[in-house]
T-cell receptor
Framework: NAGVMQNPRHLVRRRGQEARLRCSPM?????VYWYRQLPEEGLKFMVY????????ESGMPKERFSAEFPKEGPSILRIQQVVRGDSAAYFC??????????????FGPGTRLLVL | AQSVSQHNHHVILSEAASLELGCNYS??????LFWYVQYPGQHLQLLLK????DPLVKGIKGFEAEFIKSKFSFNLRKPSVQWSDTAEYFC???????????WGAGTKLIIKP
């Protein structure tokens, strides 16, 4: 029973390039959450998605960041025109349930993004 | 705004010592509480969780945590640590069964062999 998969594990980009982070939820899970962890800080919620729907993107920066979870394939977090401040660990989690009930979230290994 | 505080950013203990990591949250309503652990080079793993019922929760690897509602606390404990417990420990809360997890900054635990 594979856990949450994220790739790549490490990503290096130069300023101005695009970063694409992928997340495949656990089998049977239809809810995906993205979190960002800046150095020496806790994780911060970014976005919550269900298949083909963005449920809550209140934690996403208004510009350059977008997320999707298509009917087929992994969830994608896209960062356009990256800046040094985007350097962080990006974690994806999945759960079989969403809001309205306690839902344990299971985490992937994270993608460490370094912007040069 | 709701927040989660982990007061100890770094803790160093010898093997067999007892452990208690503090976690306090700021919210007066219904909460669900979690402790996650991240071993070096690995992903976040759920140690234990509290949703309701007995406020003393037992998790994996001999860890336990106690929810004290009057103190807004959910401290993590282990009576005798091992070198393999070296990791970073995160406390997280969701409120009113909302999906968003609010995280503490983490505590880096180093166990000296």
């Amino acid at each position: 029973n594979a856990g949450v998969m994220q790739n790549p594990r490490h990503l290096v980009r130069r300023r101005g390039q695009e970063a694409r982070l992928r997340c495949s939820p656990m089998k049977g899970h239809s809810h995906v959450y993205w979190y960002r962890q800046l150095p020496e800080e806790g994780l911060k919620f970014m976005v919550y998605l269900q298949k083909e729907n963005i449920i809550d993107e209140s934690g996403m920066p208004k510009e350059r960041f977008s997320a999707e979870f298509p009917k087929e394939g992994p969830s994608i977090l896209r960062i356009q025109q990256v800046v040094r401040g985007d350097s962080a660990a990006y974690f994806c989690a999945s759960s079989p349930q969403g809001s309205g009930a306690p839902a344990t979230q299971y985490f992937g290994p994270g993608t460490r993004l370094l912007v040069l | 705004a709701q927040s989660v505080s982990q007061h100890n950013h770094h803790v160093i203990l010898s093997e067999a010592a007892s452990l208690e990591l503090g976690c306090n949250y700021s919210y007066g309503g219904t909460v669900n509480l979690f402790w996650y652990v991240q071993y070096p080079g690995q992903h976040l793993q759920l140690l234990l969780k509290y949703f309701s019922g007995d406020p003393l929760v037992k998790g994996i690897k001999g860890f336990e945590a106690e929810f004290i509602k009057s103190k807004f606390s959910f401290n993590l404990r282990k009576p005798s640590v091992q070198w393999s417990d070296t990791a970073e420990y995160f406390c997280a809360v969701n409120i009113d069964s909302n999906y968003q997890l609010i995280w503490g900054a983490g505590t880096k635990l180093i166990i000296k062999p």
